[in-house]
């Protein structure tokens, strides 16, 4: 069946450093895959998606390419902030289907 | 424009009984689904309601069920209560029934704690 696999966190970075977090997918179809962001106490938010191979989602800084031949989609910033401390969840979805199925979350912390 | 709202925040029960959790999707979305956070089983799908009927469902016991309102408004009950059922329960709404391709925002959800 299908799966979504995130690398495990905690992930501990300095402020202005790289990210990445890592995912990986099986998917029996052509699922649209996304990434959404967990802040203590809060829901979850789409930060960004991508619908078809090649296509690269971003927003507020961050950026993942769905990559059909290595089934990826890496979620990267260039520059983190303290405010990008959250937990985040890689997920797929499909057009015939209502469910979202979502990796097991990684939780980031940004040190000062 | 508002966004997706659940009532109530908290809720604090005991084995056996039972619970009923409300979600407002947002304006004009027609479909809402449900799901259960866990610490050890993550994120997983209950259901989802469009337009009054249910479309799909996740693999949970019978004990788990919803409805939806005219209105869009959908509730889901969860009856006699085990203390696995602590959770954080989501709710998501989402403009058309256009499966798991649409993007679905989600509400602060419903935090229930079964003693």
């Known amino acids: 069946g299908d799966s979504v696999t995130q690398m495990e966190g905690p992930v501990t970075l300095s402020e202005e450093a790289f990210l990445t977090i890592n995912c990986t997918y099986t998917?029996?179809?052509?699922?649209?895959l996304f990434w959404y962001v967990q802040y203590p106490g809060e829901g979850l938010q789409l930060l960004l998606k991508?619908?078809?191979?090649?296509d690269k989602g971003s927003n507020k800084g961050f950026e993942a390419t769905y990559r059909k031949e290595t089934t990826s989609f890496h979620l990267e910033k260039g520059s983190v902030q303290v405010s990008d401390s959250a937990v985040y969840f890689c997920a797929l979805g499909y057009s015939s289907a209502s469910k979202i199925i979502f990796g097991s979350g990684t939780r980031l912390s940004i040190r000062p | 424009k508002a966004g997706v709202t659940q009532t109530p925040r908290y809720l604090i029960k005991t084995r056996g009984q039972q619970v009923t959790l409300s979600c407002s999707p947002i304006s004009g979305h027609r479909s809402v689904s449900w799901y259960q956070q866990t610490p050890g089983q993550g994120l997983q799908f209950l259901f989802e309601y469009f337009s009054e009927t249910q479309r799909n469902k996740g693999n949970f016991p019978g004990r788990f069920s919803g409805r939806q309102f005219s209105n869009s408004r959908s509730e889901m009950n969860v009856s006699t209560l085990e203390l696995g059922d602590s959770a954080l329960y989501l709710c998501?709404?989402?403009?058309?029934?256009?499966?798991?391709?649409?993007?679905?925002?989600f509400g602060p959800g419903t935090r229930l704690l079964v003693l």
């Open positions: 998917a029996t179809g052509y699922p649209s």
């Open positions: 991508a619908t078809k191979a090649d």
């Open positions: 998501a709404s989402s403009l058309e029934q256009g499966g798991g391709k649409e993007t679905q925002y």
